[in-house]
């Protein structure tokens, strides 16, 4: 019932800045944990950050926090992700994810994928060196 929109995916040069931007539509009531994960050619998908709808509490990688910053606009329901001194290692298909509560769960990068049941299409991040 959720449907999300990535957009912002760019190439750039290590060093660089990108901003993504996901757009959250339909019935977004029972939203609990949104977050960014990414997927490189022959590579899982990871979690990158996610913050929790209900107290706005944010949790990072270690890979990418200090770099990274998660936020949400209420007021446009979209989600950002702000990436910072970009590196090679960061290339990858970005998606955005959004979850309900789960009874004893969690909203962590350690959650996994799992626990989400709504995915953008994902926007395309390269980084040259």
């Known amino acids: 019932q959720v449907q999300l929109q990535e957009s912002g995916g760019d190439s750039v040069q290590a060093g660089g800045s990108l901003r993504l931007s996901c757009a959250a539509s339909?019935?977004?009531?029972?939203?609990?944990?949104m977050g960014w994960f990414r997927q490189a050619p022959g590579k899982d998908r990871e979690g990158v950050a996610v913050?929790?709808?209900?107290?706005?509490?944010?949790h990072y990688s270690g890979s990418v926090q200090g770099r990274f910053s998660i936020s949400q606009d209420a007021a446009k329901n979209t989600l950002y992700l702000q990436m910072n001194s970009l590196e090679p290692e960061d290339t990858a298909m970005y998606y955005c994810?959004?979850?309900?509560?789960?009874?004893?769960?969690?909203?962590?990068?350690?959650?996994?994928?799992?626990?989400?049941?709504?995915w953008g299409q994902g926007t395309q991040v390269t980084v040259s060196s």
């Open positions: 339909g019935n977004t009531t029972s939203t609990y944990c």
């Open positions: 913050r929790s709808t209900r107290d706005g509490s944010t």
């Open positions: 994810a959004a979850g309900p509560f789960l009874p004893y769960g969690s909203c962590t990068v350690a959650a996994g994928s799992g626990r989400y049941n709504a």
